[in-house]
């Protein structure tokens, strides 16, 4: 008898444990780090501002349902600026970990800052959904805790445009390539060059110039007096307002125009009005596409921002948000391995459309062209997800 009452209170112990523990979790920290400032913070601008709009949909639902509570539990973010500076983003990650002890993390801005974590949520197996950040490397990272939403990788992505290259063959023969001395531009390059030469086109100018330069007129200059029927410009959003400023006073006018990284950004539009009109850019992403929530995200962005999402980095914050809530309502849990093998195995629904990954990158979304239309960013490439048909050639500046 005694025996039994004592199996008994223990029972009773234990389900009093578990019903405290279930009840208990009232929140779920997720960590991460921005560039808020630095020479990254301009463009990290729309990753941080989806995050947001993520975190106040997710939290209008009530949280993320997870079965091991069951219950909704709402997220709190916690967040540092990294001040655009690799060093700093690996000591925030650190702490995040090891510290603050958040339940979830969400990736920095950029290439360089998510290649530079690496390390560390590898060393504490704490998986990371990537967003802003695109390089072939991807692939030989060998790492299992993160994984990259994007489609633009080099190799894809430089396919795509020498696919919609070809497709005006007609009226494009020659092309001038300029291209920043920092690795994705120089990535694309190495991809770029043989496929153009591959599809017959004559590279008639390529020049290279270094980070943080402020006036390359004489490289545009150059490229004007060899008159190319397209310019491709491999450079970063910083660059492409000034490549974009500095072409108008030179009166660099090609028939085609392509930035590799700058023209989604949010601030480009309003800069440059019906300058715009033409210029195409990677990315692969439109609030027309026929994808769920697509244009409900566009509409909600604007009405909270006042202001249009980055077509790209906006796009990729957002992803990244509901592929981690999926994956957490996937696996029922918190717990990191679980969510390790769900992100790796399954299959998540986008603003962009259907996920999966194959190691660390989604081939699931093809790569696409861009183009500024009315306004407008436009998909152009490839037929199968285009929004508009491309608009050939490009208007002179006004």
């Known amino acids: 008898m005694g025996k039994k009452l004592y199996l008994f209170l223990g029972m009773i112990v234990i389900s ?6 279930v009840s208990a979790k009232d929140k779920i920290r997720i960590g991460f780090s ?3 400032t630095g020479i990254y913070a301009p463009a990290a601008e729309g990753e941080m501002q989806a995050y947001q709009l993520w975190l106040e949909d997710v939290n209008r639902k009530g949280g993320i349902f997870v079965k091991e509570f069951n219950k909704r539990i709402p997220v709190e973010f916690v967040y540092y600026d990294d001040a655009s500076s690799t060093e700093t983003a690996v000591r925030v990650y650190e702490k995040l970990i090891t510290s603050d002890k958040v339940d979830l993390l969400l990736g920095p801005y950029g290439t360089t800052n998510h290649f530079a974590i690496v390390a560390t949520i590898e060393k504490h197996k704490a998986p990371v959904i990537g967003s802003t950040a695109s390089s072939i490397k991807i692939r030989d990272l060998g790492a299992k805790y993160i994984w990259f939403p994007t489609s633009c990788i080099p190799d894809r992505q430089m396919e795509a445009l020498v696919g919609l290259l070809s497709s005006l063959k007609k009226e494009i023969k020659n092309i001038s390539i300029i291209y920043l001395q920092e690795l994705y531009p120089r990535e694309n390059l190495q991809f770029l060059e043989p496929k153009l030469k591959e599809a017959n086109f004559d590279i008639i100018l390529k020049k290279d110039y270094p980070m943080g330069v402020k006036d390359l007129t004489t490289l545009l200059a150059e490229a004007k007096g060899k008159n190319p029927d397209a310019a491709i410009f491999l450079c970063y959003a910083a660059d492409s307002f000034i ?45 027309k596409g026929k994808w769920p929530g697509a244009k409900d995200f566009f509409d909600r962005y604007v009405a909270k921002w006042k202001k249009k999402p980055d077509y790209l980095n906006s796009t990729l914050g957002y992803m990244a948000g509901q592929i981690l809530e999926q994956a957490v309502e996937k696996s ?5 391995e679980k969510i390790r093998e769900i992100i790796s195995t399954q299959e998540f629904m986008t603003i962009n459309g259907p996920v ?15 183009q500024w239309q009315k306004g407008e960013l436009e998909i152009v490439w490839p037929p199968e997800t285009a929004t508009a048909k491309v608009l050939f050639p490009k208007p002179i500046w006004k």
């Open 16 to 21: 009093l444990f578990l019903t405290n523990y």
């Open 34 to 36: 921005m560039s808020l």
């Open 243 to 287: 490549i974009t400023t500095q072409a108008k006073e030179v009166g660099l006018n090609p028939k085609f125009l392509f930035e590799l990284v700058g023209p989604a950004a949010v601030a480009f539009g309003p800069k440059f009005s019906h300058n715009t009109e033409g210029i195409t850019t990677m990315g692969h992403w439109s609030p």
């Open 332 to 336: 029922g849990t918190l717990n990191w």
């Open 356 to 370: 999966s990954f194959t190691g660390n990158e989604n081939r699931r979304t093809p790569s696409m062209i861009l």
